[in-house]
């Protein structure tokens, strides 16, 4: 069974950091392009990230370009995303998400359960 993992959630202020991590069983996550995903109330789902641990490629959205940072560990199966100058607008309930494709445009399969993160102004 596949389980993706997220943790790192928290109530920060603006401008604070915050380190997410995915931890995967069930698959290796450098066989899958690892994506975080957030979505804010009201607001639709949107990707933030990706990484392909096999080839070392990486997206970022426009949004989080030059603050945040995702990494791999593939001797822990955990995926992370590093996200600095936090603001108000990063709020959301932030997914893992991992795909053999990992394009953004398609379904992905698996799917952790979330967690939230909160930056305050």
């Known amino acids: 069974e596949v389980q993706l993992v997220e943790s790192g959630g928290d109530l920060v202020q603006a401008g604070g950091s915050l380190r997410l991590s995915c931890a995967a069983s069930?698959?290796?996550?450098?066989?899958?392009?690892i994506g975080w995903f957030r979505q804010a109330p009201g607001k639709e789902r949107e990707g933030v990230s990706t990484i392909s641990s096999s080839d070392g490629s990486t997206y970022y959205a426009d949004l989080v370009k030059g603050r945040f940072t995702i990494s791999s560990d593939n001797a822990k199966n955990t995926v992370y995303l590093q996200m600095n100058s936090l603001k108000p607008e990063d709020t959301a309930v932030y997914y893992c998400?991992?795909?053999?494709?990992?394009?953004?445009?398609?379904?992905?399969?698996?799917w952790g359960q979330g967690t939230q993160v909160t930056v305050s102004s």
């Open positions: 998400a991992a795909d053999p494709f990992g394009l953004l445009s398609s379904t992905w399969n698996y």
């Open positions: 069930g698959l290796t996550v450098d066989d899958y392009v």
